[in-house]
């Protein structure tokens, strides 16, 4: 007897079980129900539907994933979504204005070929913006310092060479330093 | 736009999108109702599979289906030989899934597609797989040939897939004759490739139209529906590849198949539900390729002044388990071991060698960074030797300028063509190294430093770079008729190399439209299905022509439809800011409304057409609205196909300062002059070099795939495996010969992978020779590190030196 073309019934989700959370994304208020275990990376990118936030090693070295956690950068794949719940938290879609146009840096980063493939470019963005804002521009800007302020993010495209050029450029923007 | 574009450091078309988080790599292609996938993986390298058991897991809540080699069909086969050779005697190819054995740890046994990731790596935990005792092995190539050692594949004796030996002119008689010999027996170790963005890969099954559209983060989207359509018998047009956008290949992403890529597709079609499979960082290191590791022993035969008569090479390579990608590796190590050396004599053998662990494809630099580092540690021991400069010893034996086309008869590169090095100016490239170092001031530093009891040196290093094979690739240019935007398209995928840009400036040169409104669409079978692959330094050279060739097509198209609409001669119409002037007047007509009227409608629905209608026909009056042999609209085709590669060059310098206490290296300059030919954008190929260089920087001291004596990675992660940060990686100076390949059209050469090849050696020569007053012992097994800078100098503690 010939098999049967009956679609299977496949189930919808796992059988994790769910958690209210409530967070600021990017300046908008959400509640979503999700698995104690999803991963804030995972829930951004998934649940959310903000795929400009990437995951590279999925264990805090590469820094791809980089999101701005109530004013400080961290690795959203270290991070479970509930973990977030009640922060606020920005990613590298919050950067740009509503008109389009660019974030001085990443102004910078077009101006300076700081990126080739892209896929490292949100992580250092959502690094360099908060140590800069952190600090006010008040950071070393050095070259050296500057390979300092990089050095929680991979690259392995660039040589970051150009992306030292596009940090210089856009502190001098954003603070109007020298 | 009259300017040419060409040569100018335009900035990349579509960077902004990737900028904002706009960025479409496969994991962001949005499949509502995906499956996801997670794969149970060898725990040993070899051992046999005694029972597989998938039912607990099958049971797991959230998991759709659990498939093992018994499972899929046709499938259960081993994958292609992508590229046989008659030295190639024993090739063997992976199997999607493992059946019966297991050759290396992380080898695909089980595929899991469960509801999300998190279920599916679960349930990956409660398939039960029965093994044997681990079998004996070794992955040590130099012991792995010997009669007595453990076989990885039962009916292949010493381990040996291939052996080759390649000979140009008389290498016995240049040894009969010369008067100084010098050996060395360097190693390079196993690395890799690391892009930032893993394997992924994602498909649907349409069952009402029948079409298969698969995602794949991969370099050869063309290659990849090719293979699919043949193992699943489907028919080539019901199979749609697409490769959007890619984070990083350096390679690794060049080999099909990986089993992920066919068992993806299976599940799609086999449970009418978009799968995918997002590799994880680990599973990178277990699963996708590497490369490196070859033990070379150089000789060569010169005479007391220096010049090389001849080199014998004889070296192993390593292959890992199996061989799919064929001999590549080792046959560009193999041709590229003269460098830009004159050495007209030469013999070449060498074995690869199966090992226990994940096989072995192309890395960026394949095969001539190990190649390089052998040839360019015995040209500074060369010298060391005769007691001639090092500097001196290498411009003794470059090819000169007045000697190109250079031949080196007899032997064969990686594609099977003749080693014909095609143009260059070495010993210029050497002159501004020297400048640029400023050799005298160098030296004096050197000893105010060493009289401080500090430790500088300077390392240099040459490298050849055979880019641009063939075989061929096209390039399709379309003018829109509604906004005189130029559509072009081409075979290859990117994974961050500006493609975009640099094809649109070969467009907008033709055309005289701005390179912005030039829009590549590439990647993408269902837009253009004709090609190869992004590999070997290729795309500017292989693509860039083609598509320069279809620019020109379409430009005569333009100008004789514009000659017919304006009512002018073709000598009086020139080409500029979107539009065809009549040169001299104020007479023009828009490329959207010439690309209209070369498409003989009869409505007129938006501005271009009804531009068009002012004018006289494109069409010749005496003609039907379509001439003899004309197709509407202005479109072209066009192919290229070198006739054989196209040999780019550099030489690159470092002056490292050296702690022969705490045995670190802080590199105070990294100096590079480089020759790709014409570059058809600085910017991008600045970015190309620095980029290599890091990569290189990565490979000479930090980066090694590490295995214990039973196979087992040790380093499989990022936090054992040490990409260099931007703290490691030096600033680079750069600097540019242009130099024109003479077999092309736009006269260019490859660069992709060119700042990588000549790391290891530039690092190891500046080492040494900082640390000459120590004593210090030779550096010839890359990665380089503190280990063996301490190890170096051994012989110094003994004495007390230091």
Known sequence: MKKSQIRPDYPERSDDPLHEVNMEVNGELITRNVSPRILLADFIRHHLGLTGTHVGCEHGVCGCCTVIIDGRAARSCLTFAVQADGSKIRTVESLAQDDGSLHPLQEAFKESHALQCGFCTPGFLMSIVSQLEETEGEIDLSEDGIRVMLSGNLCRCTGYQNIVKAVQSAAKRMYKTN | MSTRTFGERVQRNNDERLLTGGGRYVDDIPLPGALHVAFVRSPYARAKILSMDTSLAKSRPGVVEVYTCNDIGALDTEMPLLIPHPSLHSPKTQRPLARDDVFYVGQ??????????????????????????????????????????????????????????????????????????????????????????????????????????????????????????????????????????????????????????????????????????????????????????????????????????????????????????????????????????????????????????????????????????????????????????????????????????????????????????????????????????????????????????????????????????????????????????????????????????????????????????????????????????????????????????????????????????LEASVDDLELQDGKVNVKGSDVSVGLAAVATACNPLRYAFNEAAQAATQFAPAARSDEPALGDGRAPGIETTEYYAPPHAAWAYGVHAAIVEVDPGLCSIDINRYICVHDCGNMINPTIVEGQVMGGVAQGMGGAFYERCEFDSEGNPRNANFMDFLVPYATEVPKVELHHIETPSPLNPLGVKGVGEAGTIPVAPVIASAIEDALKPLGVEKLHHVPLSPNSIYEALSVAREKNII
Request: negative net charge.
């Open chain 2, 108 to 565: 695909t046994v089980a595929m899991v597609v469960a509801v999300d990731r998190y279920v599916a790596e679960d349930a990956t935990r409660l398939v039960d797989i029965e093994y044997s005792e681990p079998q004996e092995c070794n992955i040590e190539i130099e012991e792995a040939i010997s009669d007595d050692a453990p076989r990885v594949h039962d009916d292949v004796p010493n381990n040996v897939a291939a052996h080759c030996i390649q000979v140009s002119g008389d290498p016995e008689e240049a040894f009969a004759k010369a008067e100084h010999f010098t050996k060395v027996k360097v190693r390079v170790d196993r690395s890799t490739a690391a892009p930032m963005e893993c394997r992924a890969v994602a498909a649907r099954f349409d069952s009402v139209s029948g079409e298969l559209t698969i995602w794949d983060g991969t370099q050869a989207p063309i290659s990849v529906r090719g293979g699919i359509a043949s193992i699943f018998n489907l028919d080539e047009d019901k199979v749609r590849v697409i490769a959007p956008d890619v984070g990083g290949g350096f390679g690794q992403k060049v080999l099909l198949f990986y089993p992920d890529e066919l068992l993806v597709p299976f599940a799609a079609m086999s449970l009418s539900r978009p799968v995918k499979y997002i590799e994880d960082r680990t599973e990178n290191f277990l699963g996708s390729t590497q490369e490196r590791t070859q033990i070379h022993e150089v000789e060569l035969a010169a005479n007391k002044d220096g010049v090389v008569l001849g080199l014998k090479d004889n070296f192993l390579h390593d292959t890992g388990a199996f061989i799919p990608y064929g001999i590549a590796v080792a046959q560009v190590a193999s041709t590229a071991i003269m460098g830009p050396y004159r050495i007209p004599n030469s013999r070449v053998e060498y074995k690869a060698v199966y090992t226990p662990i994940v096989p072995v494809t192309p890395y960026r630099g394949c095969g001539r960074p190990h190649a390089c580092f052998a040839i360019e540690r015995a040209m500074d021991q060369l010298a060391e030797e005769l007691g001639l400069d090092r500097f001196e010893v290498r411009r003794r034996n470059l090819i000169g300028d007045d000697e190109f086309p250079y031949e080196r008869p007899n032997l064969l590169f990686a594609d099977g063509l003749a080693v014909i090095y095609d143009s260059g100016q070495y010993s210029k490239a050497l002159d501004m190294i020297i400048e640029s170092i400023n050799l005298e001031d160098f030296k004096a530093k050197q000893k105010l430093a060493l009289d401080e009891g500090r430790y500088l040196g300077l390392g240099l290093s040459f490298y050849v770079e055979a880019t641009g094979i063939g075989p061929y690739e096209g390039g399709h240019v379309k003018v829109h008729p509604i906004t005189g935007k130029v559509y072009v398209n081409t075979g290859l995928t990117t994974q961050g190399q500006g493609h975009e840009t640099v094809f649109a400036q070969i467009v907008a040169d033709q055309l005289g439209v701005s390179p912005e409104d030039v829009i590549l669409v590439e990647g993408d079978t269902g837009a253009f299905d004709w090609g190869v692959a992004t590999y070997a330094s290729r795309a500017a050279v292989v693509s860039g022509n083609a598509i320069h060739m279809a620019a020109e097509k379409a430009r005569n198209i333009v100008l004789e439809a514009a000659s017919n609409m």
